[in-house]
């Protein structure tokens, strides 16, 4: 697999250097274009040691004429022989050239000539990032179906604390690979409930009760299953996530309206995924306005939220139910507990007292409790990885049932 990585000038340039080792590794012949920016950063001979190919670094660089009329029309070369081209660090300007069609060096030149996939993985200041230029850049960009990894978020070379580091190389690279890939559909005339994110329950108008639950999982379990054929209903508590390609999204905030928007689409749901992290209590009658500070002490009566995955598994006939469990202790008891209660075929549990994985990290490790089966221990991968051994399961655990049905 041949893959154009184009490198933006910014401090993370560095870390481009890694993603072209990570791409080697898994067997791509990478290709590297530089702009004059991104060699102030870091030189040209690095990506040439690591990848064991020539490094482009412009247009027109000091050339005899028959190499100057070569080079004219090189970028035609590099887009056909190349399979992806991936933009990492995706600056500010370059997001705006490319939105633009600007074209005066290489990587703008080669990127409209490109016809395969683009993925680009942006890297800029948190202000810079969250401009209404840079954003409408990258809607229109993505409205073109180019693929973007996400910033995070953390203390950047600025010295600022927000969104904008670059994704790390190795989650990059899965993407890039997963677009490489062809494309399974097993899941085509499946229709796919997914819950995720957190929920917000209401103290009064400016404060609520919630979690730190990223919504990254469901989100990443959507995603694959739309790219799999499943036409996929995504009901989504409050994230900073963008809409995966190819999902119908239903946006709620408390728990209530999860349930409400969850049984209006169960209707026509061949599978329910239930990855939300509910909020357990919410107040009742929460006054309509701002609770003023006082010096002393108060308390607050909760009540309990609807359990939304018991509901379900006491109306589900014969859809598959697959529900979550995070917890800190006894995880293989609880989940297997949630399991029988809840009616559920499956619950994934994960131990959210972990460092790295879990709740807001891109990481997570899992263990699969499975009815009529031991459980499955799905090694520490990315979320992304986690969610296509979710399905691979939630496949084969269909079959199972079926058979079962069948006798």
């Known amino acids: 697999m041949n893959v154009v990585v184009g490198v933006g000038g910014g401090i993370a340039a560095y870390k481009a250097a890694e993603l072209a080792r990570a791409l080697g590794e ?25 990848t064991g190919r020539k490094v482009i670094t412009d247009l027109f660089a000091d050339r005899s004429a028959d190499e100057v009329l070569a080079s004219s029309v090189e970028h035609i070369r590099v887009a056909r022989e190349n399979q992806l081209l991936i933009v990492a660090p995706a600056t500010a300007d370059l997001l705006a050239r490319f939105a633009n069609g600007l074209a005066d060096d290489f990587l703008t030149t080669l990127y409209l000539a490109f016809s395969g996939p683009v993925l680009i993985a942006p ?18 960009l993505k409205a073109r179906g180019v693929e973007v990894v996400e910033p995070g978020s953390g203390p950047l070379a600025c010295g600022e604390v927000g969104a904008g580091r670059l994704a790390e190389p ?3 690279a899965e993407r890039a ?8 559909r097993d899941f085509e005339g499946e229709t796919v409930l997914i819950t995720a994110g957190p929920t917000q329950e209401a103290l009064d108008p400016v404060r609520f009760i919630s979690n730190r ?56 749901a061949t599978m329910v995924i239930k990855s939300a992290a509910v909020a357990d209590y919410y107040l009742e009658n929460a006054p309509p306005q701002k609770m003023k ?18 509901e379900v598994g006491r109306i589900k006939g014969d859809r598959l139910l697959i529900g979550f469990a995070a917890e800190t202790q006894n995880l293989a008891a609880e989940a297997r507990r949630k399991l029988e ?19 807001e990290s891109d990481m997570n490790e899992v263990i699969l409790v499975r009815r009529g089966a031991d459980p499955l221990a799905l090694p520490k991968a990315t979320k992304r990885q986690i969610a296509t051994q979710i399905l691979d399961e939630a496949l084969r655990l269909r079959l199972a049932l079926h058979a079962v049905t069948r006798s």
Request: hydrophobic share 50%; glycine share 6%; net charge positive.
């Open 26 to 50: 898994r067997g791509c012949a990478v290709n590297t274009v530089m702009t004059r920016s991104a060699q102030e950063f870091v030189r040209p001979l690095t990506f040439a040691a690591l």
């Open 123 to 140: 890297a800029m200041n948190a202000q810079m990032w969250n401009h209404p230029a840079t954003q409408a850049n990258l809607a229109l």
């Open 170 to 172: 190795g989650l990059i």
């Open 177 to 184: 690979l997963a677009l490489l890939a062809p494309a399974r």
């Open 213 to 268: 639950s990223s919504g990254k999982m469901g989100y990443a379990l959507a995603e694959d299953a739309a790219r799999r054929g499943a036409r996929v209903v995504l009901v989504s508590g409050p994230v900073n996530l963008a809409a995966p390609a190819g999902v119908e999204i239903v946006h709620v905030r408390s728990a209530a309206d999860m349930r409400n928007a969850v049984l209006e689409q169960l209707t026509a």
């Open 293 to 310: 500070k006082a010096a002393m002490r108060m308390s607050i009566e909760l009540s309990p939220t609807p359990d939304i995955l018991a």
């Open 341 to 359: 209660t809840k009616n559920a075929d499956m619950i994934v549990g994960n131990l959210v007292s972990q460092e790295g994985v879990g709740l």
